[in-house]
């Protein structure tokens, strides 16, 4: 919670919100960031309080990708659909979305799998 309220006054607003998005790679609107506080803003004050973030939370954790959703994933690295993504396949949609990788990080991804 304290890394999302910056400013350390048990509130956590849109602005706060979108700082830490975006440091997690993220680029969302202010009115969908307005729209994320608003889901669990139960006391309608415009900010996240402790108990509001851990709603949130919760809620977060149950949205898991769907077993369809994570198949559909698989499909995008697995280009000759052996069932199989192979260093070279996961190079090159590494390759595609901006990641330039050296041979030896594709290898240690393909291990940590």
Known sequence: FSLFDK?????????????????LGQNPSESELQD????????????????????MMARKMKD???????????KVFDRDNNGFISAAELRHVMTSIGEK??????DEMIREA
């Open 64 to 74: 898991t990708d769907s077993e369809e959703e994570i198949r559909e994933a698989f």
């Open 101 to 106: 990788l050296t041979d030896e990080e594709v």
């Open 7 to 23: 400013d350390g006054d048990g509130q956590i607003t849109t602005k706060e919100l979108g700082t830490v998005m975006r440091s």
């Open 36 to 55: 994320m506080i608003n889901e669990v803003d139960a006391d309608n004050n415009g900010t996240i309080d402790f108990p509001e973030f851990l709603t």
